[in-house]
């Protein structure tokens, strides 16, 4: 348990659906991330926010779109996706953004699958 | 672009053989940190060097950091069922935004 759960754990979607994946930390963080993790491919980061500002958008499709309306709860809606996209999709958390060495603390991950 | 090639991919043994991981760049990065992730888990921090030649240990888990902070390795000794799982190394990004850049990953089998 690493103070970070995502829900749901599962999720199977069509491409027409349009869902919402949620994360929260009970960490007391301020830093919130969400990745894509791929068969064979490193983890991809999608979107990074710090106090509740993003402050990175790694040029992921518009059809991904992240909320975060506090610090522990972040959130990430999803609509038309492609086959392609299915994934393990993590959370993550930490102290801050600006520290080299901070921790990220995962959440054990939503596994989505796009028919 | 930094990216970091992580070897080997997959790695079946024997209880009690040893191994190493690496993990190398063209790119100087501030930290590299080695996350543990098991099925149906996130990743989870095994531990972060900092200092070029850092050498941390972790039980029977000995980590380094290159002289030049580009590279880095993960020793296990007398390797465990236990030790099963994905192995990922990460590069703090020397912008120190905090960003992570991960490797490919490899998946540790340890057969008692």
């Known amino acids: 348990e690493t103070g970070v759960t995502q829900t749901p754990r599962h999720l199977v979607m069509g491409m027409t659906n349009k869902k919402s994946l949620k994360c929260e930390q009970h960490l007391g963080h301020n830093a919130m991330y969400w990745y894509k993790q791929s068969a064979k491919k490193p983890l991809e980061l999608m979107f990074v926010?710090?106090?509740?500002?993003?402050?990175e958008n790694n040029s992921v499709p518009s059809r991904f779109s992240p909320e975060c309306p506090n610090s522990s709860h972040l959130f990430l809606h999803l609509h038309t996706l492609q086959p392609e996209d299915s994934a393990l999709y993590l959370c993550?958390?930490?102290?801050?953004?600006?520290?080299?060495?901070?921790?990220?603390?995962f959440g054990p991950g939503t596994r989505l699958t796009v028919l | 672009t930094q990216l970091l090639e992580q070897s080997p991919q997959f790695l079946s043994i024997q209880e009690g053989e040893n191994l190493t991981v690496y993990c190398n760049s063209s790119s100087v990065f501030s930290s590299l940190q080695w996350y543990r992730q098991e099925p149906g888990e996130g990743p989870v921090l095994l531990v972060t060097?900092?200092?070029?030649?850092e050498v941390k240990k972790l039980k029977r888990l000995t980590f380094q950091f290159g002289d030049a902070r580009k590279d880095s390795s993960l020793h296990i000794t007398a390797a465990q069922p236990g030790d099963t799982g994905l192995y990922l190394c990460?590069?703090?990004?020397?912008?120190?935004?905090?960003?992570?850049?991960f490797g490919q990953g490899t998946t540790l089998q340890v057969k008692p």
């Open positions: 993550a958390s930490s102290r801050l953004t600006s520290g080299a060495t901070d921790t990220q603390y």
């Open positions: 990460a590069g703090a990004s020397s912008s120190n935004t905090g960003k992570l850049i």
């Open positions: 926010y710090s106090l509740e500002e993003r402050v």
């Open positions: 060097v900092v200092t070029g030649g």
